[in-house]
């Protein structure tokens, strides 16, 4: 009989080897799938209990007073986990915790096999958007009564695990035999479940309709859409009406509907741009209601024109919200069929072919990569859509996904049986057969910059998150290289004695190839490797030197350097360009052989796979050898900047390397705008002080082919918001800085103390916010205050914005991605902190050089690029606080030039009107404390 126990445990801290001790034990038996018994009790740790650890768990010191100790309750702890799998959510923490108390007092260490249900959750629920006990328990529908106490903890572990079996136990032959193979490498001690299971379904004639196996592989069959019939629909006003007037489906199918006129406006408007063929420019304020306002029209023109219409947004968060919460609202809304397709580039997509080769070899393969293997295994079972967006891989699994990604596809063969499988080959039929295709503007660009290759056909496409467009598009009419990448490519090819790809070429074809190659490959790889550590190495040291003088972070805390070859410290300049020269020396002798091998091959190749990743790494190498010589050895040119950026504290190579257009708008204007229809950009951040020239001027549009709008936000701003401003503050500019973040922090807390946390603090500088926190935590009681930070709390922005609305008194501090996107409605969220007016430093890269291009024509730089780019990054942020009707709250701006420089009033006025104070803090803390 199977016997299962699972244990959590409270303590006094995270680390036992530390000698933190247990306070709290909880236990639950499982047999034939049933809970059977269970075990709890607080033990008395003979040390105080830390308040951060009450304020967590609510164990306080009298709770364990008179609790027995580990030694007297030892015996029969040992006794529960005879002849049984030891069961625990992060089995390391609760076995090392459980071995050092027994340890301690001279008992035999528990040798169980181990179940850890983090490691199982990963393999089995690949898709759960987090791994942590209370999260995985609302995503699975399993109670958890009273979190972070031990007996609750283990009840809510030991449901996670029956689930995670029940999963396991529908899993088809082909999985459960790739996962015992992998089976060693975990931490779980699977095997005996894994090969239990294997032998019942030897012996199985049952077949999943759902699935379908080839080559070993099991994966969900694709659902192929049928054709709609073609229906009769009205006139456009007869459509809206419909939906939107009193009695319309809208209102049918939302219990608390209320009639937003902008949303209606904003879906004319579009409508009308699409009749006149002309491009319009919208801007809707939060609470429009925007992505239903543009999906309605676009779907009507679709289907009543027969051509298809793209929606591109800057975020996949967006896209997900349009394909899981939009479109089936807009299903329920029309009469009428149609069809919807999600088109990301080829790198998001699996490729079978590819993985099925990579699966079979495992020789190298770490921890990571065993777990990403046994994710996507299961993954496959029931994916549809093939795009690894659906999957939380551990960190190194998306290197491993890179190599079995489509992109790593060279020539695709329509005949072959794998392309009938291709998720992408599928992605873009569904793509080409559908009304609507949502891609995101990446892809978009790529596909500007291809001669429109990539996505099917279009006259007309709505763009939202506008503000992002230029920026993306500069991007991709860029390029970026870096050392981890370089490389990357270089082991993977590998040497001739490698497990690797020209090792396994040489093992397959070795009497097809001239040993005079063979042994001339291993001295060029290893100096190709050695010249690409040493140019990157050199190239960071060359930084560090000339960033004594000038000094540029990114936002992510890299340091930054712009660079001219004409312009560079000759001598040392130099020395990188002799280094640069030797690399693409070696490269190119690496490309020459392996296009003589490929070659020499041509007749002899087993598979096309292996004639595809030869010209796929000739390609990558000669990609390389490209950028190189843009980056370092072609003439400047005043239409691109280009700069280097280093991790300051990271390796000596840790160096990305940049080039980019200063200015995009004339290449949009001529190779986009004018080749288009009706383009139609959308954001809730696209004018200044109610202007749309910026945007337009960057994005290459005259008045003459554009439509402009602004739809003003539904919501109640003189009611709902105060914005306060402190007069008091010490001015930065005199190399004051210590003291404003001092001052910052006092009024974060003290604004704090009165919204009981709750608080959102925006930073434009991640040194500012990495000082402000360690002063925060020197200042506030953090038993009392969740303080969570960008880049110091461990996490994606996604995590951090849950962390934060888990704790009842939290405080958020972000930088750059934080200031828009993040959405915080209801009472979670109830002050905004804007620290500084979110200008770009003046020696960021790009920002210098686009301004060095203005000034030369004639132009103002700061009232033509700082001043708008920093206003439309002002209301972005602006925009976190008031999310629905019934939010109320404070944006407290600690940066008094809104108030004292004469360009103040173009942020204030780029706002909705809303009461204003400026007064001392003190005086604001006191206005603060009525008005809540």
């Known amino acids: 009989m199977e016997r299962f126990v699972v244990i959590d445990l409270e303590t006094t801290g995270h680390s036992a080897v530390k000698r933190d001790k247990i306070i709290e034990v909880g236990i639950v038996v499982i047999e034939e799938n049933e809970v059977v018994d269970s075990y709890g009790t607080f033990l008395n740790p003979g040390k105080s209990i830390p308040e951060f650890i009450s304020s967590l768990t609510g164990i306080r010191d009298e709770d364990v007073k008179d609790a027995p100790t580990f030694e007297e309750r030892a015996e029969e702890i040992a006794a529960l986990f005879e002849d049984s799998y030891l069961i625990a959510h992060n089995v390391p923490f609760d076995m090392g915790f459980i071995n050092a108390e027994f340890a301690a007092v001279g008992r035999e260490l528990l040798q169980n096999p181990v179940l850890d249900t983090v490691e199982l959750a990963r393999v089995l629920y690949p898709k759960a958007p987090s791994y942590k006990l209370g999260q995985l328990a609302e995503y699975l529908g399993i109670h958890h009564e009273d979190p972070h106490r031990a007996l609750s903890d283990a009840y809510v572990t030991a449901k996670l695990f029956l689930k995670l079996r029940e999963r396991l136990d529908n899993l088809p032959y082909e999985t459960i035999t790739h996962l015992i193979r992998l089976e060693k490498m975990l931490k779980s001690d699977l095997f005996a479940l894994l090969a239990d299971r294997e ?66 406006e904003m879906s004319e408007t579009i409508y009308d741009a699409f009749q006149s063929r002309r491009h319009a420019l919208i801007e809707a304020e939060t609470g429009t209601g925007k992505s239903l306002a543009y999906i309605l029209p676009a779907i009507y023109d679709a289907v009543i024109s027969g051509q298809r219409l793209v929606i591109s947004t800057f975020t996949t968060q967006l896209q997900t919200q349009l394909l899981e919460e939009e479109i089936p609202l807009i299903r329920n809304l029309l009469p009428f069929p149609f069809k919807v397709a999600l088109l990301k580039g080829k790198s998001h997509y699996i490729s079978l072919e590819k993985f099925e080769r990579e699966l079979l070899s495992t020789e190298k393969d770490n921890y990571d990569i065993t777990l990403t293997k046994a994710m996507i295994l299961v993954w496959l079972t029931e994916t549809q859509t093939g795009d690894i967006d659906e999957v939380q891989l551990p960190s190194s ?66 763009i939202d998150e506008a503000h992002h467009f230029e920026e993306t598009a500069s991007k991709h009419y860029g390029l970026k290289l870096d050392y981890m990448n370089m490389q990357y490519t270089l082991n993977q090819i590998g040497e001739t004695n490698d497990p690797k790809f020209i090792g396994q070429l040489i093992t397959k074809y070795r009497d097809f190839i001239e040993e005079e190659m063979i042994d001339r490959w291993d001295d060029l790889i290893i100096d190709a490797k050695y010249e690409t550590d040493d140019l990157f190495r050199g190239i960071f040291q060359y930084v560090a030197e000339q960033n004594k003088h000038q000094k540029s972070l990114s936002d992510i805390g890299r340091t930054q350097y712009r660079f001219e070859n004409s312009k560079e410290d000759t001598a040392k300049w130099d020395t990188i360009l002799e280094m640069t020269n030797r690399l693409m020396f070696f490269l190119r002798d690496l490309i020459y052989i392996l296009a003589r091998l490929d070659q ?20 990558q190498l000669q990609q390389y050898m490209d950028h190189l010589e843009s980056l370092f050895l072609a003439a400047d040119s005043p239409k691109f900047v280009k700069w280097v950026e280093v991790e300051t504290y990271g390796a000596k190579n840790a160096v990305y390397l940049y080039s980019e257009p200063t200015d995009i708008s004339g290449f949009l204007s001529t190779d986009f705008f004018a080749k288009k229809e009706s383009v139609i950009l959308t954001s809730a951040t696209l004018t200044m002080k109610n202007s749309f020239t910026f945007i337009k001027e960057r994005l290459g549009l005259t008045d003459e082919e554009i439509e402009t709008k602004k739809i003003p936000s ?54 500012m916010l990495k000082k402000s926190y360690y002063l925060l935590k020197e200042i506030m009681d953090t038993s009392t205050y969740a303080l969570i930070a960008q880049g110091i709390s461990s996490g994606s922005r996604s995590r951090l914005k849950k962390n934060f609305q888990t704790f009842d008194q939290s405080i958020l501090l972000g930088t750059s991605s934080f200031w828009e996107g993040v959405d915080i409605p209801g009472e979670d969220l109830s002050s905004l902190v804007i620290v500084r007016l979110p200008f770009q430093p003046p020696d960021h890269p790009i920002f210098e050089a686009k301004s060095a291009n203005l000034k030369e024509n004639g132009k103002n730089a700061f009232m033509e690029l700082s001043l708008p780019n920093a206003v439309i990054r002002f209301k972005q942020g602006f925009g976190r606080l008031i999310r629905s009707n019934t939010d109320r709250g404070i944006v407290f701006v600690c940066d008094s030039r809104i108030i004292q420089a004469r360009y103040g009033k173009y942020f204030l006025d780029s706002i909705p009107e809303i009461p204003l104070t400026k007064d001392t803090t003190q005086q604001l803390m006191r206005k603060a404390e009525e008005w809540f």
């Open 199 to 264: 032998n019942e379904l030897a012996f199985s004639t049952q077949e999943d309709p759902e699935l379908e196996t080839f080559q070993g592989l099991a994966f969900k069959k694709i659902k192929e859409t049928k054709n709609t019939p073609q229906t009769r629909i009205g006139s456009y006003g007869d459509f809206l009406d419909a939906i939107y007037e009193e009695g319309g489906t809208l209102s049918q199918q939302m219990a608390r509907y209320e009639k937003r006129t902008g949303q209606r």
């Open 397 to 462: 699994g998306y290197l491993f996904f890179r190599r079995v990604s489509t992109d790593t596809e060279a020539h695709v063969d329509p005949q072959s049986p794998w392309f009938l499988r291709s998720y992408y080959q599928k992605a873009r039929k569904a793509a080409q057969q559908a009304d609507i295709v949502i891609t995101n503007h990446a892809l978009l660009a790529t596909d500007i910059f291809n001669d429109y290759q990539l996505l099917p056909s279009y006259d007309k496409v709505i």
């Open 600 to 619: 020499n091959l041509a007749k002899q190749y087993e598979d096309k796979y292996d004639k595809n990743e030869v010209e796929q790494y000739i390609e």
């Open 714 to 767: 539904p919501f109640s701003y003189k009611d709902q918001v105060q914005l306060m401003i402190p007069t008091d503050f010490p001015d930065i500019k005199h190399g004051n800085q210590d003291d404003f973040i001092y001052a910052t922090c006092e009024a974060i807390f003290s604004l704090a103390e009165i919204t009981s946390g709750r608080m959102l603090v925006l930073f434009t500088s991640y040194d």
